[in-house]
């Protein structure tokens, strides 16, 4: 019986973004003026962090950079209120279309935008508020690094990387060996 209810959970948690986006495209497809328009435009803007992010990723793992943390950061955070925004738009698009949905139709959508939205809420903020990280520039025998914290609220974890820019870094970490009686093996921040 347990496998049967995880089976239904997942079908919930992937069936409902799936039957938004199709009613999405739906909404463009018949509906004009402002409503439309705002809604392609967050789709797009959706779609193309989405892109930036993922496909400028591969990208960059073939040159050995990564994407600096304050951008996934940024484009994740983007994505929650972008997405929460499709959502809502597109469920006043097929309320306000001029050939009512069906019943079945509207109940389902709607309530594929409830669960998304409760998803988009809960987990979306979460997940957005895990990927932040603090990172600085730092110089260590003439070299500029990123330093990103990796830790926890219970350990202390730093990671060190080359520094090629403010939107990327190398993919790589570094190991940092400190000479003899160095007490402190990063010099201040680079400003």
Not at 64 to 85: D, E
Not at 137 to 151: A, I, K, P, Q, S
Request: proline share 4%; net charge negative.
């Amino acid at each position: 019986m347990g496998y049967q209810t995880d089976l239904i959970w997942i079908l919930i948690l992937v069936g409902a973004p799936v039957i938004l986006v199709l009613e999405a495209v739906h909404c463009l497809y018949l509906d004009r003026g402002w409503r439309r328009n705002l809604l392609a435009a967050a789709l797009g803007l959706l779609a193309g962090g989405g892109a930036l992010y993922f496909l400028g990723d591969r990208v960059l793992a073939a040159f050995a950079l990564a994407w600096r943390a304050w951008v996934g950061s940024l484009l994740l955070g983007l994505a929650v209120p972008l997405s929460v925004l499709a959502a809502v738009l597109t469920v006043c698009s097929m309320i306000h279309r001029k050939r009512r949905p069906f019943l079945a139709e509207a109940l389902l959508v709607e309530g594929s935008a409830l669960v998304f939205l409760f998803l988009a809420v809960v987990f979306g903020i979460f997940l957005w508020l895990s990927t932040l990280c603090p990172e600085r520039v730092v110089t260590w025998e003439g070299r500029t690094l990123v330093e990103e914290d990796g830790g926890s609220l219970w350990r202390y974890d730093h990671g060190y990387y080359d520094y090629h820019g403010p939107l990327v870094r190398g993919r790589e970490p570094l190991v940092l060996v400190p000479e003899a009686g160095e007490a402190d093996v990063l010099d201040t921040p680079v400003l």
